[in-house]
């Protein structure tokens, strides 16, 4: 099988995916917006949006290196290395889901909101290790280039996921300790259940006389992927609150209220960032590839593929998008968040310009820039604070989103002007 089609069709495979997740997290985000109060829906926001620093914290370490790394080596390296990896994997999820829990329950100013108890806590670091354990799988399936197992696992989890809130509904007992709580026995039944393909990827058959020479090659690579991983941790951590200070910066200004309606026209759009996510799962490992050959030509083709597909997804979602809201205001989306179009219209710009970025980003992480990343997010995360302390108090709700676009678009040119140029000299 050809390159493209091999690529397009892992692609494919991947998008199927992640839609599927998508459309999971677009109906929790809806059954949460007509089923709790405003105020409650801000609150998941806001939770929602530290689940995933933790969740982009554990990957900076540990499965982004690894993923650049894993995809230069083959064989019994590359599955001793996944398993090393997923030891480590369980304890920094632990660690960081206790880190969120002790956030949570005792500094109410973190959320802007009070009215919480232990047990909101206790659910939220149980969907936080779950979530952590469940995606490690996912690594692994992804750079053993296995799409089908991972299609069959987050399927499943879908499955499991779909079946809880159903039973949460039907019962009336849909709050955010009940959902939290469905999602991470999910996630601990759909680890289990693909406990056999882990272990087929992970296990390896290592004969007496090589037993050395791969616990060799195991500390060699761990020195580069700590290395690689302390950059990418701190280039995760500005990068997130480039793209979700305007969560905590809008409720501190506006109120948990403001939140809810960020979000909820951003929830509609959130199949972009999830259909990027899935290309880069794939694209990445490939580019990988592509770089340690310094093979830059088929590295060019492979990023004018990928571009001119997402943006022509980008595009074509947001036109019947935009057709559609009309119906969706009146039947999906509650009544308490009605009039988004303006914000859905903004909203649908960050995406395109953000998808065209994040091309360039993979690139950066497949070639183990982190350093630079880190050294880029941390003048973008001083940009999006200085333009949301102007935007938000003057525009409201729309000035948060304006001072993304803004941010993004520097981003986009830093990225393929400067970085990813002077990478390619220095190969």
């Not at 973008?380 to 000035?399: K, N």
Request: a neutral charge; proline letters at 2%; aromatic letters at 12%.
């Amino acid at each position: 099988m050809s390159f493209h089609k091999k690529f397009l069709s892992s692609s494919i495979l991947s998008v199927i995916d992640q839609g599927l997740l998508s459309a999971l997290n677009f109906a929790i985000g809806i059954l949460l917006m007509n089923l709790v109060a405003k105020d409650d829906y801000g609150l998941y926001v806001q939770l929602y949006a530290g689940g995933l620093l933790v969740g982009l914290v554990v990957d900076s370490w540990i499965a982004g290196p690894l993923t650049t790394v894993a995809s230069s080596v083959m064989g019994d390296t590359r599955k001793s290395l996944l398993r090393h990896y997923w030891y480590k994997q369980v304890i920094w999820t632990l660690g960081m889901g206790a880190l969120a829990f002790a956030i949570v329950e005792f500094f109410p100013a973190a959320t802007h909101y009070s009215n919480k108890y232990w047990l909101l806590g206790a659910a939220f670091f149980a969907y936080l290790f779950g979530n952590g354990i469940r995606e490690y799988g996912r690594t692994v399936g992804f750079i053993q280039a296995d799409i089908i197992s991972v299609l069959r696992q987050d399927v499943l989890y879908v499955c499991l996921v779909a079946g809880g809130l159903a039973a949460l509904y039907f019962s009336q007992h849909f709050d955010l300790v009940t959902v939290f709580t469905a999602l991470a026995i999910s996630s601990f039944l759909c680890t289990l259940v693909s406990r056999q393909h882990f272990l087929a990827h992970t296990e390896a058959e290592v004969e007496a006389h090589a037993e050395e020479e791969i616990r060799q090659a195991l500390v060699d690579h761990q020195e580069t992927i700590s290395g690689h991983g302390r950059w990418a941790v701190s280039g995760a951590i500005v990068g997130w609150l480039s793209n979700y200070s305007y969560v905590y910066l809008s409720g501190a200004w506006l109120g948990v209220a403001a939140i809810a309606d960020l979000n909820a026209s951003r929830l509609i759009l959130m199949p972009i960032p999830l259909a990027v996510a899935a290309w880069s799962r794939v694209a990445r490992p490939e580019a990988s590839r592509l770089m340690a050959a310094s093979n830059w030509s088929g590295l060019r083709r492979l990023t004018l593929f990928s571009i001119a597909g997402i943006e022509l997804v980008v595009i074509a979602y947001v036109l019947v998008l935009l057709a559609a809201l009309p119906w969706l205001e009146a039947h999906v989306i509650s009544a308490k968040y009605s009039g988004l179009d303006p914000m859905v219209m903004l909203w649908g710009g960050y995406f395109a310009i953000n998808a065209a970025r994040w091309v360039g980003t993979s690139w950066l992480s497949s070639g183990g820039a982190y350093k630079e990343m880190f050294f880029l997010g941390s003048v973008t995360l001083a940009l999006v604070m200085l333009i949301t302390y102007v935007s938000i108090p003057r525009l409201g709700a729309q000035g948060a989103i304006l001072a993304l676009i803004i941010v993004e678009i520097f981003e986009l040119i830093v990225v393929w002007k400067f970085i990813l140029p002077r990478l390619q000299k220095q190969s």
